[in-house]
């Protein structure tokens, strides 16, 4: 971290000073942060949390006994990453700046802000990656079950989800290295000179916009849409020739219900990040932009709520729409985690 000269941010920091003499022009913002960012994306963390942990109890005690399992069993984990990750970005935000000022925790908020959006980010793609991994079990288990023993196995997921670990941090590890921190001298507040890389147009068209958009949106959505209307398609072929439905079949067409409106949650949520990415490269510095008094203001939380939002609703769709699910959630609050496996199986093996 550079400290900076008070000769090569005097305007700058007289600029801030007079901010500090009025500050009612922020009471907007602060109430924006304070309600939509600490309050509304708080409550949705601490509901994502606990709904995530729940699946994680339920699918625990089974997920070597199914690739499916396993695969719901790690997404959760995943989204429980972003959530918390989040959790340390927007909750302290509007409390200090509501109870305490503006300024109040200024260098805490810019360092959570900037990094932990490229951490946050790296943990949703591990989940997309999941989400496929789950899609693409359903996918072969519905269209291609002769398959299913040698696509769907406990082993290959473990291996896929730690490769979509090492793979989604790698891809990502370069935005952490896209800004310097500066120190001002005068108000000892850190703020983010933007450095070579950044403004690159050759870096922000490949990487920022072309190769992040294919790995955060193109590539996971295609794949995920293909699936689901493949998946469908067979199911309904499937119920046009079985007109009456077993248990375990229609706990098949549940958790494919299940998938379907994960995988259009994901779609919507996910199209807000990928136009977050765009306003980076035509606003720089976003940080900036995204500010209050910068014409980005109120869309700066936007992107951060949505993929809380698709990190936090998965246990809401499996009570929804599985209803095997939604009694094991019942039993593991009665019975203290006693899942019956031969019920579990039903809702969720292959």
């Known amino acids: 971290m550079a400290t900076?000269?008070?000769?090569?941010?005097?305007?700058?920091?007289?600029?801030?000073?007079?901010?500090?003499?009025?500050?009612?022009?922020?009471?907007?913002?602060?109430?924006?942060?304070?309600?939509?960012?600490?309050?509304?994306?708080?409550?949705?963390?601490?509901?994502?949390?606990a709904g995530n942990g729940m699946t994680i109890?339920?699918?625990?005690?089974?997920?070597?006994?199914?690739?499916?399992?396993?695969?719901?069993?790690m997404l959760a984990i995943a989204d429980s990453l972003v959530l918390i990750t989040y959790g340390f970005m927007l909750i302290p935000v509007g409390i200090r700046k509501q109870f305490f000022g503006w300024w109040d925790g200024h260098n805490y908020n810019n360092i959570t802000m900037r990094y932990g959006t490229e951490i946050t980010?790296?943990?949703?793609?591990v989940s997309a990656f999941i989400t496929m991994l789950v899609t693409f079990q359903r996918y072969v288990s519905v269209c291609l079950p002769h398959r299913a023993k040698q696509l769907c196995s406990v082993r290959l997921v473990n291996i896929l989800t730690a490769v979509s670990y090492v793979v989604s941090i790698l891809f990502f590890l370069p935005n952490f290295f896209l800004y310097a921190i500066v120190e001002d001298s005068v108000t000892h507040r850190y703020r983010f000179i933007s450095q070579p890389l950044v403004r690159s147009s050759t870096f922000q068209i490949l990487y920022a916009t072309v190769a992040t958009g294919l790995m955060t949106y193109v590539i996971p959505v295609s794949n995920l849409s293909f699936m689901s209307i493949q998946i469908l398609r067979a199911m309904k072929t499937q119920s046009k020739v079985m007109q009456k439905s077993d248990d375990r079949t229609q706990a098949r067409k549940d958790l494919t219900l299940s998938s379907v409106a994960i995988v259009a949650l994901f779609i919507i949520c996910q199209s807000f990040d990928l136009v977050r990415r765009?306003?980076?490269?035509?606003?720089?510095?976003?940080?900036?932009?995204?500010?209050?008094?910068?014409?980005?203001?109120?869309?700066?939380?936007?992107?951060?709520?949505?993929?809380?939002?698709?990190?936090?609703?998965?246990?809401?769709?499996?009570?929804?729409?599985?209803?095997?699910?939604k009694k094991k959630v019942m039993r593991l609050l009665k019975r203290r985690n006693q899942v019956a496996p031969n019920e579990t199986t039903n809702m969720t093996t292959n």
Do not use: H
């Open 57 to 73: 109890a339920i699918m625990g005690r089974e997920r070597k006994k199914s690739a499916t399992i396993n695969c719901l069993f």
């Open 4 to 49: 900076v000269s008070p000769q090569e941010y005097s305007t700058e920091s007289g600029i801030v000073m007079q901010q500090e003499l009025d500050l009612s022009k922020f009471d907007s913002c602060i109430l924006y942060y304070f309600i939509f960012g600490s309050c509304f994306g708080g409550f949705l963390i601490i509901i994502g949390l």
């Open 278 to 325: 765009v306003l980076m490269w035509l606003y720089d510095p976003y940080t900036r932009a995204s500010r209050c008094g910068g014409e980005l203001q109120y869309f700066g939380f936007v992107p951060y709520i949505t993929m809380i939002i698709n990190s936090a609703s998965n246990f809401v769709i499996y009570v929804i729409l599985a209803k095997g699910f």
């Open 121 to 125: 980010r790296t943990f949703n793609q």
